[in-house]
């Protein structure tokens, strides 16, 4: 049977009948004795609107029949069809253009055409080329320029198996297993004859216009992205909305946006390896200062808190720490707290176990960590508690010294 969508694709309402009504995995779903509703296939999602009110969520084929998956029950018996037009006729402008594209990529350029995917956003076509050479692509899309222009006749029309067979130029990437009776072609005046059972526009003059997008190597050919129709206006739009953005943030007109940032970039990580630097030079003074500290204080374990550093600077301290001589531990923590990042480190000369010193640490500071070589680091829930951490880190090394023989 041809179903309303088919033979009228213009149609945005209609009255039908729901014949069948049931569940599929939980789904609610009605038959009807004819519908206006696309179901997925062929690359083309399926159609949404509402049925009875009901809203449509999707739209799939089971067997001879098209089940209509609704937010919630409908009663068989007479019910109104209302098409979501504005997605069905973005559906049609896309799946439109990609007849035509992959009729023109092959008759002009020997480009094949694999796969056919109409996504949210943009669409993609798979291509059997290795890669689409910049004056070659932009041949491409001048030529479906100068297809839309012609304004060519776009026809659906129904064929026997047999007159199917005779036709030697139809273009089609093979009938589904088990076809039986009649198969449905989409002639582009002149341009292309296709085996389809999607929804189509009545002219290549309502596609508007092509862009080709981006395009990457798929499976052995290419896949090229495009937008078509309102899409690609749209899509133009916000182009134009974020270089206006840009322009201001950048300062530059857009022609020089590359170049700017590129500037811009390579000042940034100028700066950044300045930083680095600084932060290592720092580092290197603060481990200085809290050596010459230890050996004052006399105490075997001492305790410092950096608010405005990280975890990188503290493993710059404690590695700085590790290579001087001697067997004091210091206990650092850092950042505005109350969680923050802890290390415990020994002087070079320290033979204890830093592993179980660093878990009364972590302890201390509520926190969890682990180490090796001479600096033992974590993350502690409490930073405040960096005093009691050191008090116990001074009992457990002095119970060491004092129980050993
Ligand atoms: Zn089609």
Known sequence: MQFLYEREPGRREAESEVVAAGEQEGRPFVELSDTLFYPEGGGQPADR??????????????????????ERPVAPGPVRLVLDWARRFDHMQQHTAQHLLSALAEDRFGWKTTAFHLGPAVSDVELAVPALAEELRAALEEAVAAEIR???????????????????????????????GEVRLVEIEG????????????????????????????????????????????????????????????GAPEEEF?????????????AERRARQLEQALAEATAAVLGAEAEASGRPVLAAHYEDRDAAFLGAVAKALSRRPGTRLALLTAGPGPAGPFVLVAGADFAGDLGALGRIAATALFGRGGGSGGIFQGKAERVDRGEAAREALQEACEGTAGGAP
């Open 191 to 250: 341009v292309d004859l296709n085996t389809c059972g999607g929804t189509h526009l009545a002219s290549t003059a309502e596609i508007e216009a092509l862009h080709l997008l981006a395009s990457e190597p798929m499976r052995g050919g290419t896949r090229l992205h495009f937008a078509a129709g309102g899409r690609a206006r749209r899509r133009m739009a916000a182009h134009e909305a974020r270089n206006a953005r840009l322009r201001g943030l950048i």
């Open 258 to 270: 590359a170049a700017v940032m590129a500037a811009k970039l390579d000042q940034l990580q100028g």
């Open 49 to 70: 609107g509402t049925i009875a009110g009901a809203a449509v969520l999707d739209v799939q084929r089971a067997g001879g029949a098209i089940r209509h998956f609704l």
């Open 150 to 180: 012609a304004a060519r006749p776009v026809r659906p029309r129904r064929v026997t198996r047999d007159e199917f067979e005779r036709l030697a130029a139809v273009r089609t990437r093979g009938l589904p297993d088990g076809h039986a």
